[in-house]
């Protein structure tokens, strides 16, 4: 979503939450923004190619919720 403007981000991460949450799947998104962890169920870290830690979510955010 890095290079979409911020409305048309937020309705792609919008689909893809609603999808994980409708299938009760997975998706992984890769990203910079760190602002997006906050609505994510889990945030697993990885650092030179290793998981440096996971952390459980239990309230993630609505991605309308989160500021780009």
């Given amino acids: ?3 979409l403007d911020s409305n048309t981000g937020v309705l792609i991460l ?3 939450q609603e999808m994980c949450h409708q299938k009760n799947t997975t998706v ?3 990203t910079h923004n760190s602002k997006l ?3 994510a169920d889990k945030l ?3 650092k030179n190619g290793k ?3 996971v952390t459980v979510n239990e309230n ?3 991605i ?3 500021e780009w």
Wanted: net charge negative; glycine share 4%; proline share 4%.
């Fill in 1 to 3: 979503t890095g290079a």
């Fill in 14 to 16: 919008s689909l893809l």
């Fill in 28 to 30: 992984i998104i890769v």
């Fill in 37 to 39: 962890a906050d609505a």
């Fill in 44 to 46: 697993i870290r990885i």
């Fill in 51 to 53: 998981i440096e830690n």
């Fill in 60 to 62: 993630p955010l609505d």
């Fill in 64 to 66: 309308h919720e989160i």
